[in-house]
C-alpha cells in the first residue's frame, strides 16, 4: 500500500479514530429474516472488520420506523429483537479495531401495504410512480413519531454498543419527498 499512504493512515472522525480511510460502505444482504438479523449476517460483517476496514457501515438503509413494518432486506432498527445480534457485531467489530456505525432511514410513500399490512406514509397523497398506491398523508404527531423513531434507533444502537448512524435521504425514501415538491428525487437539469 505505499502507493496509496492517506488510505492506510488512521483518520480522525468526530471523536473516533478510524485506524485507517478503508470503508466497507453500507448495502444490503437481503440476510435478515422479517428485519431480524441473522448469525449470518453477523458473521459476515464481523468479517469485513476482521479484513482491517478502519469503518464499517452496516445495513443500507435500516428501517427505524414500526409502522413501516418489516421491509424486504431492511433490517428492523426499531424491533428490540435485534438487541442481542446489534450489540454481538459491535463487540466484534471493536474486537478486531473498526468503528461500526448503521444507515437507518424510513421508505416513506416507496413502502408497500401488501407485504406490511401498513398504510404507507408520506408527506403527501401523492403515489409512488412505480407501484401507484395512494400513502396515508402524515399529521405533524405522526412525523413527531417518526423523528422519536430516529432518535430511537440512535439510542438503542449506541446502547448496543455502536459508534454512530447515518441517516439516509436519497433514492426517494421519506426524508426527500419532503424535500420535492411533487414528491418525486430532486433531479439536476444539465443546460446544452
Not at 15 to 32: E, F, G, M, P
Not at 41 to 69: K, M, N, P, W
Request: charged residues 20%; hydrophobic residues 40%; aromatic residues 6%.
Amino acid at each position: 500500500m505505499a502507493l496509496f499512504p492517506q488510505l492506510t493512515s488512521p483518520f480522525q472522525v468526530g471523536s473516533k479514530q478510524l485506524r485507517n480511510r478503508v470503508t466497507v460502505t453500507a448495502h444490503n444482504l437481503n440476510w435478515d429474516h422479517d428485519g431480524r438479523l441473522t448469525k449470518e449476517y453477523v458473521d459476515y460483517l464481523a468479517r469485513r472488520a476482521e479484513g482491517g476496514v478502519g469503518l464499517l457501515i452496516c445495513f443500507g438503509a435500516a428501517s427505524v420506523h414500526a409502522q413501516a413494518g418489516a421491509i424486504h432486506g431492511r433490517v428492523s432498527l426499531w424491533d428490540p429483537e435485534n438487541e442481542p445480534l446489534l450489540t454481538q457485531l459491535a463487540a466484534a467489530t471493536h474486537r478486531h479495531g473498526a468503528v461500526i456505525m448503521s444507515q437507518a432511514n424510513h421508505v416513506g410513500r416507496r413502502g408497500s401495504s401488501v407485504t406490511t399490512e401498513q398504510p404507507l406514509l408520506a408527506p403527501s397523497q401523492v403515489p409512488e410512480p412505480a407501484r401507484r398506491e395512494v400513502p396515508h398523508e402524515l399529521t405533524v404527531a405522526e412525523i413527531d413519531g417518526i423523528v422519536a423513531s430516529f432518535a430511537d434507533a440512535a439510542v438503542r444502537l449506541h446502547r448496543c454498543g455502536w459508534d454512530g448512524v447515518e441517516i439516509t435521504s436519497f433514492g426517494g425514501q421519506l426524508i426527500e419527498q419532503f424535500w420535492s415538491p411533487g414528491g418525486q428525487p430532486a433531479r439536476r437539469r444539465v443546460r446544452q
